[in-house]
């Protein structure tokens, strides 16, 4: 469920990136190849499409799916919380995050 704005939530995205990865043996997945499945499980808003302000090339929603990791200390995070670990231009899931993916 979006947020206030009408945008989907960092955990939203952290929860899509669970089933997608839970799918992979290696469990890994780069942002890039992120970008393209993402949109085809989760309804993203006409606000989620909206040019990123801080990230010019990049549309808001995927702006919060790179932020899972630099918001990686903070009490909430995927990566924080033990369901995925940070990998050069991606990320990976742990066991912890495997156990809790759900099927797409």
Do not use: C
């Amino acid at each position: 469920m979006p947020d206030s704005m009408n945008r989907t939530t960092e955990n939203e995205l952290a929860e899509a990136v669970l089933s997608i990865l839970a799918l992979r043996k290696s469990g890994e997945g780069e942002f890039s190849n992120l970008f393209q499945l993402i949109p085809k499980i989760l309804p993203l808003t006409d606000e989620d499409m909206a040019q990123s302000d801080s990230r010019p090339a990049e549309h808001i929603w995927q702006q919060r799916l790179r932020n899972i990791t630099s918001h990686k200390n903070a009490e909430g995070n995927y990566i924080n919380a033990g369901f995925l670990e940070e990998i050069e231009g991606g990320l990976k899931l742990t066991h912890t995050g495997r156990a809790r993916a759900k099927p797409v």
